[in-house]
């Protein structure tokens, strides 16, 4: 697989470096370094799965087994378990308060949904993904993790469709790579101004999100901005012994730009 690998990066390199003029921008490089660094990336998760398997390392969803390639994103940082970090004190706040319910609309392969169903005994998860492979991909995790029964796959989630869980102990988490604007819309579903809700949100995909989601929830809900923030965590002992460089690959989180997301609860 390595050797495939490495001819495929060595192909697509070649390709990029061919098309490079003198008047190539930063832009061009960039994208030469994040091909670099998704090869070694790649590198780094063979290794790990060499070490530990697919079963998560450490963080919130430690010993939940995990999968070997993800439906979207990066990987590396889910194994070790330091993907979203800073999100923690909060999700364990909210598990914490009770809940019997979440809303995982973008769930990708299940990181979270799965996680979550594990992490809070009794809790049914609604996971909602558009892409049917990462659909495939969530109801395989859920099945790998014994927590079937309690997480329910489903494709798009409508505006108006957290009206079906009013009055719930909700949790309502959302990274839709900008189509928050089109999902969280308090007009369409009253029933939000009594939810908790983590909403990741992508200026860098569509300008404003940021804006529009404090706009539409500060009437009902206390806002809290948690940006990315750098990872601070007992690596394996095999990562310390790797270059500096592969340590700070192992927890990139593959990110183009700011993605601030917003831990909203309901006031009173």
Same mark, same amino acid.
């Given at each position: 697989m390595t050797t495939d690998l490495v001819r495929r990066v060595v192909g697509a390199v070649k390709q990029r470096a061919q098309a490079l003029s003198d008047t190539a921008t930063n832009n061009?490089?960039?994208?030469? +370094? =994040?091909?670099? &660094?998704?090869? =070694? &990336?790649?590198?780094? /998760?063979?290794?790990? /799965?060499?070490?530990?398997?697919? =079963? /998560?390392? @450490? @963080? +919130?969803?430690?010993?939940?087994e995990y999968v070997s390639a993800a439906a979207e994103g990066a990987l590396m940082p889910r194994l070790l378990g330091t993907y979203e970090s800073e999100l923690h004190p909060y999700l364990t706040a909210f598990a914490d308060a009770g809940l019997d319910c979440v809303v995982d609309v973008g769930c990708a392969e299940g990181y979270y949904a799965v996680g979550l169903a594990r992490m809070i005994p009794g809790v049914v998860v609604h996971a909602h993904d558009i892409n049917p492979v990462a659909q495939t991909a969530c109801a395989e995790l859920a099945a790998k993790n014994g927590v079937s029964d309690r997480v329910i796959i489903g494709g798009e989630f409508p505006p108006d469709g957290f009206e079906a869980f009013a009055g719930r102990r909700m949790l309502v988490m959302v990274d839709t790579e900008g189509a928050e604007i089109e999902i969280l819309q308090p007009a369409l579903s009253p029933a939000l101004a009594g939810m908790n809700i983590i909403v990741e949100t992508h200026d860098i995909f569509r300008r404003g999100c940021l804006a529009t989601m404090i706009e539409r929830f500060s009437p009902t809900h206390d806002i809290v901005r948690v940006d990315l923030r750098p990872k601070v965590f007992d690596p394996p002992p095999w990562l310390l012994d790797l270059s500096h460089l592969d340590q700070l690959l192992a927890v990139w989180e593959w990110r183009g730009g700011p993605t601030p997301w917003l831990v909203m609860t309901p006031k009173g």
């Open positions: 061009d490089l960039n994208g030469f +370094l =994040r091909l670099m &660094s998704h090869w =070694r &990336s790649q590198l780094l /998760i063979n290794t790990f /799965i060499a070490h530990h398997g697919v =079963r /998560i390392f @450490g @963080g +919130l969803f430690a010993g939940m």
